[in-house]
Nanobody, 118 residues
Framework: QVQLVESGGGLVQPGGSLRLSCAAS????????MGWFRQTPGKQRELVATVTSGGTTDYGNSVQGRFTVSRNNAKNTLDLQMDNLKPEDTGVYYCKIQRKVTPTMLVWGQGIQVTVSS
């Protein structure tokens, strides 16, 4: 069974940087999409960034140009480099892996807190 563990969150000042990492354990099939999503109180979980097993990336509008997602298929890891952080980036960040073709799969990590504040 696949499990995801996030690391790297914490408190950072506006304009600063953080790097999140997600480590996947278990047997990872091909044709998957891994990504980062975030959630703040009272809001729905929103897309931050995703990357396919082939390397195609997608970003949420609010992080475009500031965040960079990267994936290492050999190590089953997913990273998110976050630069020029803003207070509105504060939230719980979740790692996700999904496979939409048979056999399908959807797994979420437990989430990690990122707080941007002076």
């Amino acid at each position: 069974q696949v499990q995801l563990v996030e690391s790297g969150g914490g408190l950072v000042q506006p304009g600063g940087s953080l790097r999140l990492s997600c480590a996947a354990s278990g047997t990872i099939p091909g044709a998957t999409v891994m990504g980062w999503f975030r959630q703040t109180p009272g809001k729905q979980r929103e897309l931050v960034a995703t990357v396919t097993s082939g390397g195609t990336t997608d970003y949420g509008n609010s992080v475009q140009g500031r965040f960079t997602v990267s994936r290492n298929n050999a190590k089953n890891t997913l990273d998110l480099q976050m630069d020029n952080l803003k207070p509105e980036d504060t939230g719980v960040y979740y790692c996700k892996i999904q496979r939409k073709v048979t056999p399908t799969m959807l797994v979420w990590g437990q989430g990690i807190q990122v707080t941007v504040s002076s």
